[in-house]
C-alpha cells in the first residue's frame, strides 16, 4: 500500500518562510495528481494546492501568490511534492496534508481523498 509522509513543519514568525515535503513510500507508473490541504482543529480540511498530471497548478486564493506547489517525479523514483510557503500569516496555522488525486483546487474535496499522511504542523506567530 502506498504511504505518503509528510515533514517541513514548524514555528516560525508572521512573514516567514518554510518549505513542505511529501514522500511518497512507492513509485508509481502513472503520473498523478497530488496536493496540499490543511486543516485547523476539528474544522473541515481547506484544500490549499494541487498540481495536476501535466504540471497545472492551482491555488486557493487565500494562498495564491504566496505558496508554490512543485514535484520531483524523476522515472524510477517515488513522488515528492512540494509546498514553498513564503510570507507566512497566522492564518496559515494548520497541520498540513498532502494526497494524490487532487488534481485542481475547488474541484476535490477532502472526502474525495482515500488515504492521508500524518500531517505536519505550521505554526505562524504574529
Known amino acids: 500500500m502506498q504511504h505518503l509522509v509528510e515533514s517541513g513543519g514548524g514555528s516560525v514568525q508572521a512573514g516567514g518562510s518554510l518549505r513542505l515535503s511529501c514522500a511518497a513510500s512507492r513509485r508509481t507508473y502513472i503520473t498523478y495528481c497530488m496536493g496540499w490541504f490543511r486543516q485547523v482543529g476539528k474544522q473541515d480540511r481547506e484544500g490549499v494546492a494541487a498540481?495536476?498530471?501535466?504540471?497545472?497548478?492551482?491555488?486557493?486564493d487565500s494562498v495564491k501568490g504566496r505558496f508554490t506547489i512543485s514535484r520531483d517525479n524523476a522515472k524510477n523514483t517515488p513522488d515528492t511534492l512540494y509546498l514553498e510557503m513564503n510570507s507566512l500569516k497566522p492564518e496559515d496555522t494548520a497541520m498540513y496534508y498532502c494526497?494524490?488525486?487532487?488534481?485542481?483546487?475547488?474541484?476535490?474535496?477532502?472526502?474525495?481523498?482515500?488515504?492521508w499522511g500524518q500531517g505536519t504542523q505550521v505554526t505562524v506567530s504574529s
Open positions: 498540481i495536476d498530471g501535466e504540471g497545472r497548478t492551482s491555488y486557493a
Open positions: 494526497a494524490y488525486h487532487f488534481c485542481q483546487v475547488g474541484t476535490t474535496t477532502a472526502a474525495d481523498i482515500a488515504f
